[in-house]
């Protein structure tokens, strides 16, 4: 079936630690999306990236960091900058162009040990 | 600069009463798509609609109505007789071609049986 994968569904992070969160999509889609969502709170964007091998910093992007290697996958790692990453992460993929549909993966829940 | 607003950030009705969840975007962009999205306890984003910028009709599926409104910049959403099945976070979204998405900060509906 086509679609986004995301994994872990749950994620636990020790202080100090780096952690990757997985999102994979057999949609052929060039662009992707990585949203932060905390409780009660609307999405945030982190990074996007519209092609293989090129991405941009959204809204708070700080203590994240990314790679566009290949089409399918866009991984997004959790730095220990990030001092308060606990919240629910949301992949997405978008349309080529004009990006005229977003579809979401059923998110990763990250926690602080 | 883009951005949506969602201003009731709650809402409760009693089951089979209508609601309307008010989206209102900004942008300079005449090129634009509106999107709506629900997001049930689960977690993942469910698509709802996509209306561009230069289709002002008003659109109606089962129990959902949406009316899009250029002069105000408004994309707002009605349910008729809601049901508690629509309990869940709605999300307002601006898509400007080929650029970030930019989401509202979400309303969260409760439907009381």
């Known amino acids: 079936d086509g679609g986004i994968t995301q994994s872990p569904k749950y994620l636990f992070r020790k202080e100090g630690q780096n952690v990757t969160l997985s999102c994979e999509q057999n949609?052929?889609?060039?662009?992707m999306y990585w949203y932060r969502q905390d409780p009660g709170q609307g999405l945030r964007l982190i990074y996007y990236?519209?092609?293989?091998?090129?991405?941009q910093k959204g809204d708070i992007a700080e203590g994240y960091s990314v790679s566009r290697e290949k089409k399918e996958s866009f991984p997004l790692t959790v730095t220990s900058a990030q001092k308060n990453p606990t919240a629910f992460y949301l992949c997405?993929?978008?349309?080529?162009?004009?990006?005229?549909?977003?579809?979401f993966g059923s998110g990763t829940q990250l926690s602080v040990l | 600069a883009q951005k949506v607003t969602q201003a009731q950030t709650e809402i409760s009705v009693v089951e089979k009463e209508d609601v309307t969840l008010d989206c209102v975007y900004e942008?300079?962009?005449?090129?634009?798509?509106l999107f709506w999205y629900k997001q049930p306890p689960s977690g993942e984003l469910v698509f709802l609609i996509r209306?561009?910028?230069?289709?002002?009709q008003n659109e109606i599926s089962g129990r959902y109505s949406w009316n899009f409104q250029k002069s105000t910049s408004s994309f707002n959403f009605t349910i008729t007789a809601s049901q508690v099945v629509d309990s869940a976070v709605y999300f307002c979204?601006?898509?400007?071609?080929?650029?970030?998405?930019?989401f509202g900060k979400g309303t969260r509906l409760h439907i009381l049986p």
């Open positions: 990236s519209q092609i293989v091998n090129d991405f």
């Open positions: 949609l052929n889609h060039d662009a």
């Open positions: 942008t300079r962009d005449t090129t634009y798509y």
């Open positions: 979204a601006l898509i400007i071609v080929g650029r970030e998405i930019i």
């Open positions: 209306r561009n910028s230069f289709d002002e």
């Open positions: 997405a993929t978008a349309t080529g162009f004009p990006n005229e549909k977003l579809f």
